[in-house]
Protein backbone atom coordinates (compact mmCIF):
# COMPACT_ATOMS: atom_id res chain seq x y z
CA UNK A 1 0.00 0.00 0.00
CA UNK A 2 2.72 2.24 0.45
CA UNK A 3 4.63 1.61 -2.37
CA UNK A 4 1.36 2.48 -4.51
CA UNK A 5 0.87 5.79 -2.38
CA UNK A 6 4.51 6.58 -3.57
CA UNK A 7 3.95 5.68 -7.14
CA UNK A 8 0.81 7.77 -7.47
CA UNK A 9 2.51 10.53 -5.87
CA UNK A 10 5.37 10.48 -8.63
CA UNK A 11 2.55 9.91 -11.33
CA UNK A 12 1.00 13.10 -9.89
CA UNK A 13 4.19 15.15 -9.58
CA UNK A 14 5.33 14.42 -13.41
CA UNK A 15 1.40 13.82 -15.25
CA UNK A 16 1.58 17.62 -16.61
CA UNK A 17 4.90 17.41 -17.91
CA UNK A 18 4.78 13.84 -19.35
CA UNK A 19 1.18 13.39 -20.46
CA UNK A 20 0.40 16.00 -22.72
CA UNK A 21 -1.59 17.99 -20.35
CA UNK A 22 0.42 21.55 -19.54
CA UNK A 23 -2.01 24.29 -20.36
CA UNK A 24 -0.95 27.18 -22.43
CA UNK A 25 0.91 29.53 -21.91
CA UNK A 26 -0.06 32.66 -20.79
CA UNK A 27 1.73 35.78 -23.04
CA UNK A 28 0.87 38.47 -20.38
CA UNK A 29 4.08 38.17 -18.04
CA UNK A 30 7.09 36.91 -17.58
CA UNK A 31 6.84 36.37 -14.25
CA UNK A 32 6.87 32.64 -13.15
CA UNK A 33 7.89 31.45 -16.13
CA UNK A 34 10.84 29.13 -17.50
CA UNK A 35 11.58 30.02 -20.70
CA UNK A 36 14.56 28.53 -22.65
CA UNK A 37 17.35 30.02 -25.46
CA UNK A 38 16.03 28.62 -29.21
CA UNK A 39 19.14 29.00 -31.52
CA UNK A 40 17.03 28.05 -34.83
CA UNK A 41 20.02 28.10 -36.74
CA UNK A 42 20.55 24.44 -37.89
CA UNK A 43 20.61 23.69 -41.48
CA UNK A 44 20.97 20.84 -44.18
CA UNK A 45 21.80 20.34 -47.58
CA UNK A 46 18.70 20.06 -49.44
CA UNK A 47 16.48 21.86 -46.75
CA UNK A 48 15.66 24.77 -49.65
CA UNK A 49 17.68 27.50 -47.68
CA UNK A 50 20.79 27.41 -49.51
CA UNK A 51 23.17 26.77 -46.69
CA UNK A 52 24.88 23.87 -46.67
CA UNK A 53 25.19 21.93 -42.91
CA UNK A 54 25.19 25.37 -41.29
CA UNK A 55 26.18 24.82 -37.50
CA UNK A 56 26.26 21.14 -37.75
CA UNK A 57 29.87 21.51 -39.44
CA UNK A 58 32.71 23.83 -40.35
CA UNK A 59 32.42 25.84 -43.53
CA UNK A 60 28.94 24.27 -43.87
CA UNK A 61 29.89 21.21 -45.72
CA UNK A 62 28.66 17.52 -45.17
CA UNK A 63 28.74 15.90 -42.07
CA UNK A 64 32.33 13.45 -41.60
CA UNK A 65 34.78 12.63 -39.41
CA UNK A 66 37.04 15.60 -38.04
CA UNK A 67 34.08 18.24 -39.98
CA UNK A 68 31.58 18.46 -37.05
CA UNK A 69 31.41 21.49 -34.68
CA UNK A 70 28.92 19.91 -32.51
CA UNK A 71 29.30 17.99 -29.23
CA UNK A 72 25.81 16.08 -28.84
CA UNK A 73 24.22 14.21 -31.57
CA UNK A 74 20.32 14.88 -31.78
CA UNK A 75 18.08 11.97 -31.31
CA UNK A 76 15.98 11.94 -34.12
CA UNK A 77 13.74 8.85 -33.32
CA UNK A 78 10.37 10.30 -34.01
CA UNK A 79 11.81 12.46 -37.36
CA UNK A 80 9.77 10.95 -40.54
CA UNK A 81 12.12 10.56 -43.39
CA UNK A 82 11.22 13.92 -45.13
CA UNK A 83 12.81 15.74 -41.67
CA UNK A 84 16.12 13.68 -42.01
CA UNK A 85 19.03 14.62 -43.73
CA UNK A 86 22.33 12.36 -44.35
CA UNK A 87 25.97 12.59 -43.41
CA UNK A 88 28.81 10.85 -43.77
CA UNK A 89 28.77 9.60 -40.15
CA UNK A 90 27.79 6.08 -39.45
CA UNK A 91 26.04 4.58 -35.96
CA UNK A 92 27.90 1.77 -34.19
CA UNK A 93 25.09 -0.28 -35.82
CA UNK A 94 26.10 0.79 -39.28
CA UNK A 95 23.18 2.79 -39.72
CA UNK A 96 23.93 6.20 -41.52
CA UNK A 97 23.58 9.49 -39.41
CA UNK A 98 21.03 12.24 -39.89
CA UNK A 99 20.70 15.57 -38.82
CA UNK A 100 17.60 18.39 -38.81
CA UNK A 101 17.17 21.44 -40.02
CA UNK A 102 15.97 23.77 -38.40
CA UNK A 103 14.38 25.66 -41.27
CA UNK A 104 11.92 22.78 -41.73
CA UNK A 105 8.81 24.20 -40.37
CA UNK A 106 7.48 20.30 -38.57
CA UNK A 107 10.71 19.98 -37.07
CA UNK A 108 10.44 23.82 -35.52
CA UNK A 109 6.90 23.05 -34.17
CA UNK A 110 7.41 19.28 -33.19
CA UNK A 111 10.02 20.74 -30.94
CA UNK A 112 7.33 22.67 -29.23
CA UNK A 113 4.98 19.87 -29.13
CA UNK A 114 7.96 18.56 -26.60
CA UNK A 115 8.22 22.12 -24.71
CA UNK A 116 4.15 21.54 -24.19
CA UNK A 117 4.55 17.85 -23.44
CA UNK A 118 7.05 19.22 -20.36
CA UNK A 119 5.21 22.14 -19.42
CA UNK A 120 8.07 24.51 -20.82
CA UNK A 121 6.51 27.71 -21.10
CA UNK A 122 8.40 28.69 -24.08
CA UNK A 123 11.26 30.73 -25.78
CA UNK A 124 13.29 33.33 -26.99
CA UNK A 125 14.62 32.90 -30.17
CA UNK A 126 17.54 34.25 -30.96
CA UNK A 127 18.24 36.41 -34.02
CA UNK A 128 22.17 37.45 -34.77
CA UNK A 129 22.70 40.82 -35.60
CA UNK A 130 25.66 39.87 -37.91
CA UNK A 131 23.18 37.73 -40.16
CA UNK A 132 20.98 40.39 -40.77
CA UNK A 133 23.41 41.22 -43.86
CA UNK A 134 23.51 38.62 -45.85
CA UNK A 135 20.80 37.38 -48.18
CA UNK A 136 20.22 33.63 -47.50
CA UNK A 137 20.97 33.85 -43.43
CA UNK A 138 18.35 36.93 -43.10
CA UNK A 139 16.16 35.20 -45.24
CA UNK A 140 16.65 31.44 -42.71
CA UNK A 141 16.06 33.70 -39.63
CA UNK A 142 12.97 35.15 -40.84
CA UNK A 143 11.46 31.64 -41.74
CA UNK A 144 12.66 29.99 -38.75
CA UNK A 145 10.71 32.95 -36.90
CA UNK A 146 7.66 32.30 -38.85
CA UNK A 147 8.21 28.34 -37.56
CA UNK A 148 8.75 29.46 -34.12
CA UNK A 149 5.82 31.64 -34.48
CA UNK A 150 3.40 28.75 -35.67
CA UNK A 151 4.99 25.91 -33.09
CA UNK A 152 3.81 28.75 -30.46
CA UNK A 153 0.26 28.87 -31.70
CA UNK A 154 -0.25 25.17 -32.17
CA UNK A 155 1.04 24.32 -28.39
CA UNK A 156 0.07 26.80 -26.60
CA UNK A 157 3.71 28.06 -26.20
CA UNK A 158 5.09 31.53 -25.53
CA UNK A 159 8.35 33.57 -27.76
CA UNK A 160 9.97 36.72 -27.41
CA UNK A 161 12.47 37.92 -29.86
CA UNK A 162 16.54 38.02 -28.72
CA UNK A 163 19.05 40.11 -30.39
CA UNK A 164 22.42 39.28 -30.20
CA UNK A 165 23.84 42.40 -29.87
CA UNK A 166 27.53 41.19 -29.44
CA UNK A 167 28.91 41.46 -32.92
CA UNK A 168 27.12 44.59 -33.90
CA UNK A 169 30.17 47.09 -34.82
CA UNK A 170 30.34 50.62 -32.89
CA UNK A 171 28.26 53.53 -34.45
CA UNK A 172 26.17 50.61 -36.19
CA UNK A 173 23.05 50.92 -34.05
CA UNK A 174 20.92 51.73 -36.96
CA UNK A 175 21.16 48.35 -38.31
CA UNK A 176 19.26 46.65 -35.26
CA UNK A 177 16.66 49.89 -35.19
CA UNK A 178 16.16 49.34 -39.27
CA UNK A 179 15.79 46.18 -38.98
CA UNK A 180 13.67 45.91 -35.70
CA UNK A 181 11.38 48.63 -37.92
CA UNK A 182 10.95 46.29 -41.17
CA UNK A 183 10.81 43.33 -39.00
CA UNK A 184 7.58 44.76 -37.51
CA UNK A 185 5.94 46.31 -40.26
CA UNK A 186 6.24 42.63 -41.83
CA UNK A 187 5.06 40.45 -39.48
CA UNK A 188 3.27 42.08 -36.74
CA UNK A 189 5.19 40.46 -34.60
CA UNK A 190 3.87 42.28 -31.39
CA UNK A 191 0.38 41.71 -32.21
CA UNK A 192 0.99 38.40 -32.77
CA UNK A 193 -0.74 36.88 -29.32
CA UNK A 194 1.93 34.26 -28.40
CA UNK A 195 4.07 36.87 -28.55
CA UNK A 196 5.36 37.46 -24.83
CA UNK A 197 3.92 40.91 -22.95
CA UNK A 198 5.75 42.03 -19.56
CA UNK A 199 4.95 45.07 -17.38
CA UNK A 200 1.42 45.49 -20.21
CA UNK A 201 4.02 45.99 -23.54
CA UNK A 202 5.67 43.53 -25.53
CA UNK A 203 8.84 41.86 -24.30
CA UNK A 204 11.88 42.22 -26.61
CA UNK A 205 15.49 40.68 -25.38
CA UNK A 206 18.82 42.57 -26.02
CA UNK A 207 22.09 39.84 -25.28
CA UNK A 208 25.65 41.26 -24.81
CA UNK A 209 25.63 44.93 -23.04
CA UNK A 210 28.58 45.32 -20.96
CA UNK A 211 30.78 42.78 -21.71
CA UNK A 212 34.39 42.86 -21.26
CA UNK A 213 36.33 41.79 -24.62
CA UNK A 214 39.38 43.33 -26.05
CA UNK A 215 39.95 41.10 -29.17
CA UNK A 216 35.73 42.15 -30.48
CA UNK A 217 34.83 45.57 -31.15
CA UNK A 218 31.34 45.62 -29.86
CA UNK A 219 28.87 48.72 -29.53
CA UNK A 220 29.59 51.72 -27.03
CA UNK A 221 27.10 52.45 -24.51
CA UNK A 222 26.26 55.41 -26.64
CA UNK A 223 24.83 53.03 -29.52
CA UNK A 224 23.22 50.34 -26.77
CA UNK A 225 21.58 54.17 -25.45
CA UNK A 226 20.18 55.19 -28.55
CA UNK A 227 18.89 51.37 -29.06
CA UNK A 228 16.99 51.08 -25.67
CA UNK A 229 15.88 54.61 -25.95
CA UNK A 230 13.73 54.32 -29.67
CA UNK A 231 12.98 50.80 -28.62
CA UNK A 232 10.85 51.58 -25.11
CA UNK A 233 9.49 54.48 -27.29
CA UNK A 234 8.86 52.67 -30.34
CA UNK A 235 5.56 54.30 -31.48
CA UNK A 236 4.63 51.48 -33.85
CA UNK A 237 4.64 49.14 -30.99
CA UNK A 238 3.49 51.24 -28.69
CA UNK A 239 6.74 50.92 -26.63
CA UNK A 240 8.48 47.60 -25.51
CA UNK A 241 9.56 46.22 -22.33
CA UNK A 242 13.33 45.28 -22.66
CA UNK A 243 15.43 41.96 -20.87
CA UNK A 244 19.02 43.30 -20.80
CA UNK A 245 21.41 40.40 -21.13
CA UNK A 246 24.58 41.19 -19.15
CA UNK A 247 27.79 39.86 -18.35
CA UNK A 248 27.96 37.87 -14.85
CA UNK A 249 29.51 40.59 -12.70
CA UNK A 250 27.78 43.51 -14.12
CA UNK A 251 26.50 44.84 -10.70
CA UNK A 252 30.18 45.42 -9.59
CA UNK A 253 31.52 45.84 -12.81
CA UNK A 254 34.26 43.01 -12.60
CA UNK A 255 35.49 40.30 -14.18
CA UNK A 256 33.52 39.78 -17.95
CA UNK A 257 32.40 43.34 -17.61
CA UNK A 258 33.48 46.50 -18.56
CA UNK A 259 33.82 49.24 -15.89
CA UNK A 260 32.58 52.33 -17.12
CA UNK A 261 31.29 54.76 -14.85
CA UNK A 262 27.78 55.15 -17.00
CA UNK A 263 27.20 51.01 -17.39
CA UNK A 264 24.71 50.91 -14.14
CA UNK A 265 22.61 54.00 -15.52
CA UNK A 266 22.01 52.15 -18.80
CA UNK A 267 21.30 49.06 -16.77
CA UNK A 268 18.71 51.20 -15.56
CA UNK A 269 16.79 51.49 -18.34
CA UNK A 270 16.10 47.97 -18.60
CA UNK A 271 13.02 45.81 -17.16
CA UNK A 272 14.34 42.98 -16.74
CA UNK A 273 18.35 42.00 -16.15
CA UNK A 274 19.56 38.60 -17.19
CA UNK A 275 23.04 37.96 -16.13
CA UNK A 276 24.67 35.58 -18.21
CA UNK A 277 26.37 32.43 -16.20
CA UNK A 278 27.52 29.86 -18.52
CA UNK A 279 31.09 29.40 -17.74
CA UNK A 280 30.95 31.49 -14.63
CA UNK A 281 30.90 28.17 -12.38
CA UNK A 282 31.41 24.52 -12.81
CA UNK A 283 30.21 22.29 -9.92
CA UNK A 284 26.88 22.46 -8.20
CA UNK A 285 28.37 23.83 -4.58
CA UNK A 286 30.05 26.62 -6.99
CA UNK A 287 26.68 27.10 -8.66
CA UNK A 288 24.88 27.64 -4.82
CA UNK A 289 27.82 29.88 -3.97
CA UNK A 290 27.10 31.84 -7.00
CA UNK A 291 23.54 32.31 -6.38
CA UNK A 292 24.14 33.44 -2.64
CA UNK A 293 26.92 35.73 -3.30
CA UNK A 294 26.29 37.75 -6.43
CA UNK A 295 22.22 36.92 -7.44
CA UNK A 296 21.18 37.62 -3.56
CA UNK A 297 22.73 40.96 -4.01
CA UNK A 298 21.66 41.82 -7.67
CA UNK A 299 18.06 40.69 -7.03
CA UNK A 300 18.39 42.99 -4.38
CA UNK A 301 19.95 45.55 -6.29
CA UNK A 302 16.96 45.27 -8.84
CA UNK A 303 13.72 45.07 -6.43
CA UNK A 304 15.12 48.68 -5.17
CA UNK A 305 14.85 50.06 -8.54
CA UNK A 306 11.94 48.23 -9.73
CA UNK A 307 13.86 45.81 -12.30
CA UNK A 308 12.67 42.19 -12.45
CA UNK A 309 16.01 39.93 -12.39
CA UNK A 310 16.13 36.70 -15.07
CA UNK A 311 19.29 34.33 -13.45
CA UNK A 312 20.45 31.96 -16.48
CA UNK A 313 20.78 28.21 -15.78
CA UNK A 314 22.65 25.89 -17.73
CA UNK A 315 22.93 21.77 -17.78
CA UNK A 316 26.78 22.07 -18.51
CA UNK A 317 28.96 23.12 -21.57
CA UNK A 318 30.84 21.09 -24.09
CA UNK A 319 32.66 22.46 -27.11
CA UNK A 320 35.22 19.79 -28.40
CA UNK A 321 34.40 19.31 -31.85
CA UNK A 322 34.18 23.28 -32.33
CA UNK A 323 37.67 23.76 -30.67
CA UNK A 324 39.38 20.16 -30.66
CA UNK A 325 41.77 21.78 -27.69
CA UNK A 326 38.97 21.54 -25.18
CA UNK A 327 38.52 18.86 -23.20
CA UNK A 328 35.16 16.85 -24.08
CA UNK A 329 32.17 17.69 -21.16
CA UNK A 330 34.38 20.36 -19.70
CA UNK A 331 31.71 21.38 -17.39
CA UNK A 332 29.89 17.77 -16.52
CA UNK A 333 26.66 16.85 -16.23
CA UNK A 334 26.30 14.72 -13.42
CA UNK A 335 23.20 13.21 -14.47
CA UNK A 336 21.22 16.58 -14.17
CA UNK A 337 22.44 17.67 -10.89
CA UNK A 338 24.98 20.58 -11.93
CA UNK A 339 21.66 22.26 -13.76
CA UNK A 340 19.22 21.45 -10.78
CA UNK A 341 21.54 22.46 -8.43
CA UNK A 342 21.31 26.06 -10.21
CA UNK A 343 17.44 26.02 -10.63
CA UNK A 344 17.11 25.12 -7.01
CA UNK A 345 19.36 28.18 -6.03
CA UNK A 346 17.97 30.72 -8.11
CA UNK A 347 14.93 30.47 -6.12
CA UNK A 348 16.70 30.03 -3.20
CA UNK A 349 17.98 33.64 -4.05
CA UNK A 350 14.84 35.00 -5.10
CA UNK A 351 14.13 34.56 -8.44
CA UNK A 352 10.66 34.20 -9.85
CA UNK A 353 11.75 33.62 -13.67
CA UNK A 354 14.31 31.52 -14.91
CA UNK A 355 16.00 31.51 -18.72
CA UNK A 356 17.81 28.35 -19.51
CA UNK A 357 20.67 28.13 -22.10
CA UNK A 358 19.76 26.53 -24.57
CA UNK A 359 17.22 24.23 -25.95
CA UNK A 360 18.85 23.22 -29.23
CA UNK A 361 22.81 24.58 -28.26
CA UNK A 362 24.48 21.59 -29.66
CA UNK A 363 27.44 23.16 -31.29
CA UNK A 364 28.71 24.02 -26.95
CA UNK A 365 26.73 21.02 -25.45
CA UNK A 366 24.17 23.32 -23.59
CA UNK A 367 21.01 21.48 -25.69
CA UNK A 368 18.20 20.71 -22.99
CA UNK A 369 16.21 18.78 -25.70
CA UNK A 370 15.96 14.90 -27.02
CA UNK A 371 19.77 13.88 -27.59
CA UNK A 372 20.81 10.17 -28.39
CA UNK A 373 23.14 8.08 -26.32
CA UNK A 374 24.54 6.39 -29.59
CA UNK A 375 25.86 9.00 -31.25
CA UNK A 376 27.99 8.60 -34.43
CA UNK A 377 30.92 6.49 -33.86
CA UNK A 378 32.98 6.91 -37.68
CA UNK A 379 34.19 6.24 -40.13
CA UNK A 380 37.74 6.60 -39.04
CA UNK A 381 39.17 8.79 -36.39
CA UNK A 382 38.28 12.19 -35.21
CA UNK A 383 34.71 11.08 -33.94
CA UNK A 384 33.89 12.01 -30.50
CA UNK A 385 30.86 12.81 -29.11
CA UNK A 386 29.13 13.86 -25.44
CA UNK A 387 25.86 11.69 -24.54
CA UNK A 388 23.44 12.17 -21.69
CA UNK A 389 25.12 9.61 -19.39
CA UNK A 390 22.24 7.11 -20.52
CA UNK A 391 19.42 9.15 -19.25
CA UNK A 392 16.43 8.89 -21.39
CA UNK A 393 16.53 11.59 -24.26
CA UNK A 394 14.08 13.59 -22.66
CA UNK A 395 15.50 14.03 -19.05
CA UNK A 396 16.40 17.70 -19.68
CA UNK A 397 13.33 18.91 -20.35
CA UNK A 398 11.36 16.98 -17.87
CA UNK A 399 13.92 18.97 -15.40
CA UNK A 400 13.25 21.81 -17.31
CA UNK A 401 9.27 21.45 -17.17
CA UNK A 402 9.73 20.99 -13.26
CA UNK A 403 12.53 23.84 -12.87
CA UNK A 404 8.83 25.98 -13.70
CA UNK A 405 6.92 24.31 -10.93
CA UNK A 406 10.28 25.48 -8.67
CA UNK A 407 10.33 29.00 -9.57
CA UNK A 408 6.32 29.18 -9.32
CA UNK A 409 6.60 27.66 -5.64
CA UNK A 410 4.53 24.51 -6.53
CA UNK A 411 7.89 22.25 -6.14
CA UNK A 412 10.33 22.87 -3.34
CA UNK A 413 13.51 24.14 -4.39
CA UNK A 414 15.37 20.91 -2.57
CA UNK A 415 19.04 20.44 -3.29
CA UNK A 416 18.11 16.64 -4.22
CA UNK A 417 17.10 16.12 -8.03
CA UNK A 418 13.45 15.66 -8.05
CA UNK A 419 13.34 11.84 -9.72
CA UNK A 420 15.79 9.50 -8.93
CA UNK A 421 18.66 8.99 -11.25
CA UNK A 422 20.93 5.89 -11.37
CA UNK A 423 24.04 6.31 -9.46
CA UNK A 424 26.54 5.22 -12.36
CA UNK A 425 25.50 8.45 -14.07
CA UNK A 426 26.26 11.27 -11.59
CA UNK A 427 30.23 10.37 -9.94
Known amino acids: MKRRLCLLAVAVLFAPAFAGAASPAAASTLTGKVMVGYQGWFNAEGDGAHRGYNHWTR ?60 GIDGVFLQRFINSLSRGNSLAANNAVLENVRAGARQHGRV ?53 KDDDKPRPTLA ?30 QTRDTIPEPTFLELVQLADVVSPWTPGRYRTPEAAATHAATVWQPDIAWCQARKI ?26 LGGRFF ?9 AGADMLYVAMFDEVDEGTAIFKVTNAPPVGP ?32 PATSDLPFPVPAATHP
Open 59 to 118: GNVRPAPGKVRIDLWPDLTEFPAAERFSTDLVHADGQRAEVFSSYVRPTVVRHFSWMKEH
Open 159 to 211: YALMYDLSSLAPGQADLLINDWKKLLRDTKLTSDPAYLRHHGKPLLALWGCGF
Open 223 to 252: DWRKILTFLKDDQESGGLAIMLGVPSFWRT
Open 308 to 333: DFLPVAFPGFSWHNLKPTEPLNAIPR
Open 340 to 348: WSQIAAAKR
Open 380 to 411: GEGVEFATYEGLPSDHYLRLTGLAGKVIRGEH
